[in-house]
């Protein structure tokens, strides 16, 4: 059984539960994976439930100290030769660079998966020249890149990525498990309708637009509430833009913090709205489909690769009307949104099973050790 290293940077949110999953499901595949993380990793415990191990390294969610950053490739390489790993996966952009070149310095083939290249989206011109000139260095010593959609492979063969191998191995999730809904979500919801988001407040999640979005459905239908899902570094901003628009004063409109599972929201949700304004492929719409409830959500991305005309309704990011119009349409028509489950479940058990996404990943690793 070869020795695997996943070492992933983001803490919680949706690249930690991909890390987590495919550390529950390589054994099946004949590898055994060791997460190598920062010391907050959410999903540490469900590690140790699963008698897998975690081991902390000085990873940080900041990119102001990159002295300290480089600091952790002596001590991740040191245990990668101890413990004989035969591969390192590196998952984020942080992280895909650290993990790369802590193989490097044991010629250990390595594979990346980049959960969003570290130049898409609205960061500065500067990062924007960096992260690509790192990424082009790293690029050719790299066994594989994999992808979690089309979109990403897209862009890594537009920007001249070259690694050994460049795959496209969807993101998946497990099916829903009948949770109860959670309770204060539910109260929110009462006999009404809710329309929410499941996110990391992060900007380029675009709650904002969500947030923007809420008094136009609440207008058009006075039996909807509205909620907002999660926490992250973008809360007081959402906070204080709601406090512009009123919604503070509004019942029908709350924030809530997240704790795992998100199937426990979802089944609080009549619409799950992700309003990303850049994204790779969230795995929240996946859940959303596993769990039956429509989706709408932003056309960056993969996203339009999970979402199809069956499962919900795909709208141009950064539009709070066209947001609302989407939401409230699916709201006043119950027989769409019963079809829209229907078709989400299907295309979830067809698609983005965890199984799939396992399978896709162990088959990179089997022909990157062959090459090896």
Request: charged share 25%.
């Amino acid at each position: 059984m070869a020795r695997v290293a996943l070492v992933c940077e983001p803490p919680h949110g949706g690249v930690a539960e991909h890390v987590l999953q495919l550390a529950l499901g390589l054994p099946e595949h004949g590898h055994e994976a060791v997460v190598f993380g920062p010391r907050e990793f959410e999903p540490a415990p469900r590690l140790a439930a699963a008698g897998l191990q975690f081991r902390v390294v000085g990873l940080r969610r900041d990119y102001a100290h990159p002295h300290r950053d480089l600091a952790v490739i002596a001590p991740l390489s040191r245990e990668l030769r101890a413990d004989g790993f035969a591969l390192v996966h590196a998952h984020s952009a942080k992280a895909g660079v650290l993990g790369r070149l802590a193989a490097r310095t044991l010629r250990l083939p390595s594979v990346y998966t980049p959960h969003g290249l570290p130049f898409v989206g609205d960061v500065s011109s500067a990062r924007k020249r960096f992260a690509k000139t790192v990424e082009r260095w790293l690029a050719p010593g790299t066994a594989a890149i994999i992808c979690v959609c089309e979109a990403e492979r897209r862009v890594a063969v537009e920007h001249r990525l070259s690694p050994g191998h460049l795959a496209v191995v969807h993101n998946g999730c497990p099916p829903e498990r009948g949770l109860a809904p959670d309770a204060e979500l539910a109260a929110l919801r009462g006999e009404g309708f809710a329309v929410g988001a499941i996110s990391v407040l992060r900007r380029e999640k675009g709650l904002d637009v969500l947030v923007r979005a809420a008094p136009r459905i609440l207008a058009a239908v006075p039996q909807a509430r509205v909620a907002v899902i999660g926490d992250g570094p973008e809360r007081e901003s959402l906070e204080r833009t709601a406090r512009d628009l009123g919604l503070d004063a509004e019942d029908r409109f709350a924030f809530f913090p997240f704790a795992p599972p998100s199937e426990r929201y979802l089944h609080a949700l009549d619409i799950l709205v992700a309003p990303s304004v850049w994204d790779a492929f969230p795995i929240g719409l996946l859940e959303a489909q596993a769990c039956g409830v429509p989706q709408v959500a932003s056309a960056v991305g993969g996203i339009p690769e999970a979402v199809v005309p069956e499962t919900g309704i795909i709208v141009h990011p950064g539009d709070p009307d066209r947001l609302a119009a989407a939401a409230v349409e699916l709201l006043r028509d119950p027989p769409r949104r019963e079809a829209m489950a229907a078709a989400s479940r299907a295309r979830h058990a067809e698609l983005f099973t965890v199984e799939r996404m396992v399978a896709g990943t162990a088959a990179v690793y089997d022909s990157v050790l062959e090459r090896a």
